[in-house]
């Protein structure tokens, strides 16, 4: 290979991460890229990121497809920095068109040998470049594709309007233009986002959008299934009846959904926590009638002006001073040196369910904000997470967290515990309840809390100790000004 030819390899964009898949590519062989281009989104464990490339020239070779899950440390794309004319014939095979002509489901990669990262509390992690299956296949009946036969030529798709801007077709400069959660809604459904007409604003694609143009293609997907099929292929139901019907729009009885990324990260640490913290959850239910009257006020107060005032606001200062009040709580077990690390600051997380699953990004030293920059701090971290912008930096260093059931008209749970995290509180939905208030039984906004923590450093007084302090702290919320 020339020397002007650079390599960029796959970055480690989180601490501790080992693997990353390519979700989009954004150029293609013969493209021109700059200094802090962006060139391909990745997922990683803890966040959908997207990577510039850090140096100019004309792009040779894409070394994986999308969907391919790619070690840290490994190239995946070749670029001529003297500007030089993009790779021959032997450089296509290894970088398909992305919309243009999937490749088929589970076609393997090769995987650099010598190498086995290790996952930062899971130990040596085996082979793990691999070709994963496509999200448009997965509703036919075919199978598995590992065998070495290559597949069928895929005729070009016919140019389509792209985003009000004339024709276009996979792989040219421009991109379609869509909210990352839509890309990932794309990418599940199996939509090619070029295919799609956008009826947002400025042409920007939308959900309906993707949910119309899934809805359309599924006819096309309705394949006869071949005579023999692999073990592990998605099978459909044999006569399409009613019921079948209505459980899934092609007749399938069961739909198999990959864990990967986020949700295979959150399955490992939620199995890690559960089987290695001993978890004790205790509950108590109080009257936040005033805490309610409060929210309602501080809407109206000039300093809260544009920033977004809720009971979670409240929920999370009352800890914040539970917490500062019973310093304990807010620790972590360190196994290797039998030690428990009481942690001088608060790193707030707020468990967040998000279209890529579970995510707990965190507030940095929330306890040192005061009401208002608390507020803009929330109703930041809560935005960036619906439209999935939440970074790794975000997620790391978490010491205590809020999961807020109650949004879903739950009254609590038994949450576990955030790996390396103490304690873990739950906030259940606010209702009107019959109460006996100053002696007599009245209607008031009742709710539950459930606090859960590691009971190796927390025993029951402290834990006990914490909750009622935020109970009191709801029930009489001045305590914020006589406790601070």
């Not at 016919?158 to 077709?169: R, W, Y």
């Not at 209702?431 to 002696?439: D, N, R, T």
Request: proline share 10%; hydrophobic share 45%.
């Amino acid at each position: 290979m020339s020397t002007s030819v650079r390599e960029f390899k796959m970055p480690d964009v989180g601490e501790g991460l080992t693997e990353a898949e390519i979700l989009k590519w954004y150029v293609q062989p013969g493209d021109t890229v700059t200094d802090g281009q962006v060139v391909c989104e990745v997922e990683t464990a803890k966040a959908a990121v997207e990577l510039p490339i850090p140096y100019d020239g004309v792009v040779r070779a894409l070394h994986f497809p999308e969907g391919t899950t790619v070690d840290v440390g490994t190239s995946i794309i070749a670029v001529d920095v003297a500007g030089g004319a993009p790779a021959g014939p032997e450089a296509a095979p290894a970088a398909e068109a992305p919309a243009a002509a999937p490749a088929p489901a589970g076609a393997a990669e090769a995987k650099p040998q010598g190498r086995q990262p290790v996952l930062v509390g899971y130990g040596v992690v085996e082979s793990s470049t691999r070709r994963r299956p496509r999200k448009g296949a997965a509703a036919a009946p075919a199978a598995v594709a590992e065998a070495p036969a290559a597949p069928a030529p895929v005729p070009a798709p016919a140019p389509v309007a792209v985003n009000g801007h004339g024709a276009g077709v996979p792989g040219a400069p421009e991109r379609p233009l869509a909210k990352p959660p839509v890309r990932k809604l794309a990418k599940d459904l199996g939509v090619d986002l070029w295919a799609v007409r956008p009826t947002g604003p400025d042409g920007i694609i939308t959900r309906a959008d993707v949910q119309a143009a899934a809805a359309a293609a599924v006819p096309e997907v309705q394949a006869p299934a071949p005579a023999a099929e692999a073990p592990q292929a998605v099978r459909a139901a044999a006569p399409v009846t009613a019921a079948a019907s209505a459980a899934s729009p092609d007749g399938a009885r069961e739909t198999r959904i990959p864990v990967k990324g986020v949700r295979k990260a959150t399955a490992q640490a939620m199995v890690g926590s559960a089987f290695t913290a001993p978890h004790v959850t205790e509950f108590v239910t109080v009257d936040v009638t005033r805490t309610m009257k409060l929210v309602q006020e501080l809407k109206q107060d000039p300093d809260m002006a544009g920033l977004r005032v809720n009971p979670l606001l409240l929920v999370a200062k009352a800890l914040l001073v539970a917490i500062r009040r019973n310093p304990g709580i807010n620790a972590s077990w360190d196994e290797a040196n039998q030690e428990i690390v009481e942690k001088h600051y608060v790193n707030l997380g707020i468990a967040a369910a998000t279209p890529r699953g579970l995510i707990v990004p965190n507030i940095k030293d929330a306890h040192a904000k005061t009401l208002p920059e608390l507020a803009a701090s929330l109703g930041e971290l809560v935005a960036t997470a619906r439209e999935g912008r939440t970074g790794p930096a975000d997620m790391q260093g978490g010491t205590v967290t809020i999961t807020n059931v109650g949004v879903f008209g739950v009254d609590t749970g038994t949450p576990i515990l955030n790996p390396g995290e103490a304690a873990i509180l739950a906030f259940g939905a606010v209702k009107l309840q019959p109460w006996v208030h100053k002696g007599k039984v009245r209607p008031r906004q009742v709710t539950t809390l459930a606090l859960s923590f590691d009971h190796r450093l927390v025993d029951g007084e402290l834990g006990s100790k914490v909750l009622a302090d935020i109970a009191a702290v709801l029930e009489h919320p001045k305590r914020l000004i006589t406790w601070a």
